[in-house]
């Protein structure tokens, strides 16, 4: 069974940085696709940040530049590091995997069947 635990979310100031954790059990990232997903109170779930076999990365226009999304495949971790927040980057932020044998593709955000329970990132300006 796969699992996903995500930790790192605080509250933060604009401007600020903060480093996103999800560990991945049941589910080997190495060659595996995963994103970051975020939901605001009253908006619809959006695609943040994704790590494909190969490590190519895609990002959302919103958060280009400022976050980066990485792998650690000894640990079987997929990290988000975000930098210079801004308050509209509020949200919970939610680890997801596509379920093995499922292909994946840059820039799209429905494959992802598997998810953590979140965790809660509030930036004040």
């Known amino acids: 069974r796969v699992h996903l635990e995500e930790s790192g979310g605080e ?5 600020g940085s903060l480093r996103l954790s999800c560990v991945a ?3 080997g ?3 595996g696709c995963m994103a970051w ?3 605001a ?3 619809e779930r959006e695609g943040v940040a994704a ?3 190969g490590e190519t990365t895609f990002y959302a226009t919103s958060v280009q530049g400022r976050f980066i999304i990485s792998q650690d495949n000894v640990k079987n971790m997929v990290n988000l590091q975000m930098n210079n927040l801004k308050p509209e980057d509020t949200a919970m932020y939610y680890c997801a995997a596509v379920p093995r044998g499922r292909n994946c593709y840059p820039g799209t955000w429905d494959e992802y069947e598997h998810w ?4 809660q990132v509030t930036v004040s300006s």
């Open 37 to 39: 997903f975020r939901q």
């Open 116 to 119: 953590g329970q979140g965790t």
């Open 51 to 53: 790590i494909y076999p």
């Open 29 to 31: 990232t190495s060659g």
């Open 41 to 43: 109170p009253g908006k």
């Open 25 to 27: 059990s049941g589910y």
């Open 11 to 15: 509250s933060v100031q604009a401007g």
